[in-house]
């Protein structure tokens, strides 16, 4: 990465920014693996395996009912019907978590139940409701259905072998994924260590959203909206202090969170004007700087750098566009230093309810709304400020520049809550 120079984005296209594509990549390649930890499979949902996981048993481990019944031989009951039920003498009963010693032989059954092992010498289960007995005469039962061999068995192994992979690296562990793993036996997993991420918001103009407004103020928002962002990417977030519009307090404050953290995303102070000092505070740090402009709307001034081998994220001011560069270009990094295997965010398909037009020359991410039904409509004001359009909005929607995306038209939606 070079250090730190005002040229770091020429050469990319006519207005010196980055395509979202190259700015992903030096993204990634800023963002250091970090370690591993053993945690405790119960508390692993979110987290990514960093080790590949086998089975430590089968599943099932044994032949056992899927229902309550009786276990047979499926050859006793060939030509059973409700008209001429077979006759079997029942020899015992198998609770579930019980062997039995017994062994079925012709025209003998055992009382069974979900679960239990299958007893040697059956090879089927006929349900309960195929069956009666005679009052007084529990060990006399009337079969009055046949069963095929098998038949409402679950088989030693038919879901998971011992020893067959059960998770690869790089997976995000789910709830089933958790269910596996404890089933197989495994107490632990191994996972990439989670990202502690310094947050420093930028603007003399900014007030702690606990007091009242002086003349010129606005409350800051972006801190709590990307650190609640972050921790659905596994994040350790930590805010500190608003930091006002000079070099000195950007660099203290930067310095700080460099100091107790993975990574660093600050917001506002990254464009060209008097009073964005994240830049400078770059240089006067002795860090790097990568790139920080992006062919993208909203967010085109996005820095990043590097201090002592870590990345800064520079966020734009406006709240949109801050939650925008967030998933476009933060998140990926954020889930790579975890060594997440799948970086992409996720989308739904649907249509456009009314046309949508791009006359920019950078990829719009515009706030849509998509709906049950897959219908996707635009949120009003798309301005870069305007948080209640975020609000009421559940996706992005990519449009390319200079394009027209026709009323019906097909789309990809990008969910912003991930």
């Known amino acids: 990465m070079r250090r730190f120079d005002s040229t770091a984005n020429r050469g990319n296209n006519r207005h010196g ?39 430590g048993v089968s599943l099932p481990g044994f032949n056992n009912s899927s229902m309550d019944g009786y276990a047979v031989r499926s050859c006793d009951l060939c030509d059973a019907s409700a008209g001429t039920p077979v006759k079997l003498n029942c020899i015992g009963m198998i609770p579930a ?6 062994t079925i032989v012709e025209r003998t059954c055992m009382r069974i139940f979900t679960g239990s092992p299958l007893p040697t010498g059956s090879d089927a289960v006929i349900m309960q409701e195929d069956c009666r007995t005679t009052s007084g005469s529990e060990n006399t039962v009337f079969c009055n259905d046949s069963v095929k061999p098998w038949e409402n068995v679950r088989l030693e192994g038919e879901d998971i072998r011992n020893g067959s992979p059960v998770l690869a690296t790089g997976t995000r562990i789910t709830a089933g994924a958790i269910g596996l793993l404890a ?4 107490e632990q997993v191994e996972v990439g260590c ?26 800051e928002s972006n801190r709590a909206m990307l650190a609640s962002m972050s921790e659905k990417a596994n994040g350790r977030p930590t805010l500190y202090p608003i930091v006002p519009d000079s070099l000195d307090s950007t660099v203290a404050a930067m310095e700080w969170a460099f100091a107790e953290n993975d990574a660093v995303i600050t917001s506002g102070g990254v464009s060209v004007g008097d009073h964005d000092h994240v830049k400078p505070a770059i240089e006067q740090l002795g860090g790097s700087l990568n790139f920080w402009r992006v062919a993208v709307k909203p967010g085109k001034p996005f820095v990043l750098g590097q201090i002592g081998g870590k990345p800064l994220f520079g966020l734009p001011g406006n709240p949109v566009s801050a939650l925008v560069t967030y998933l476009l270009m933060v998140r990926p990094a954020l889930l790579a230093m975890q060594g997440a295997s799948k970086l992409g965010l996720a989308k739904r398909p649907g249509r456009l309810a009314k046309a949508l037009a791009n006359g920019g020359d950078r990829r719009h991410f515009v706030r849509v709304t998509i709906d049950d039904e897959g219908e996707v409509t635009s949120t009003a004001g798309q301005g870069s400020h305007m948080l209640g359009s975020l609000a009421r909005a559940n996706g992005l929607l990519d449009i390319p520049p200079n394009s027209r995306l026709a009323k019906g038209a097909e789309v990809g939606v990008i969910l912003i809550d991930q």
């Open 194 to 219: 989670r990202p502690g991420i310094g947050f420093v918001a930028t603007g003399s103009e900014l007030a702690e959203p606990t007091g009242k407004l002086k003349p010129g103020e606005i409350f």
């Open 97 to 102: 978590g019980t062997v039995s010693a017994e």
């Open 17 to 55: 920014m980055l395509s979202l594509e190259e700015a992903i990549e030096r993204s990634l390649t800023a963002a250091p693996r970090l370690g591993t930890e053993f945690i405790s499979v119960a508390k692993a949902e979110g987290r990514f395996a960093n080790a590949d996981v086998t089975a």
């Open 183 to 186: 089933a197989t036996g495994n």
